[in-house]
């Protein structure tokens, strides 16, 4: 199981370049949440709070825009 958890975290790291903010708003901030829950579930909180901070700070650029 912490294996396909890792690959998981690979993966969306890697589709996070291709789904950027820019092109794919929306697919982009899912990804995002994947990754970082697929983090919390690995153990690795610090590396899931910083891309929970990441979700913050796109949601309020949304919403001031």
């Known amino acids: 199981k912490a294996?396909?958890?890792e690959s998981a975290i690979h993966y969306y790291t890697q589709a996070l370049t291709v789904r950027t903010q820019e092109a794919f708003p929306e697919n982009h901030v899912d990804t995002l949440m994947n990754k970082g829950i697929a983090l919390t579930?690995?153990?690795r909180l610090h590396e899931?709070?910083?891309d929970l901070r990441r979700l913050g700070s796109l949601y309020v650029l949304r919403v001031h825009n």
């Open 3 to 5: 294996e396909n958890i």
């Open 41 to 43: 579930t690995a153990g």
């Open 48 to 50: 899931a709070l910083e």
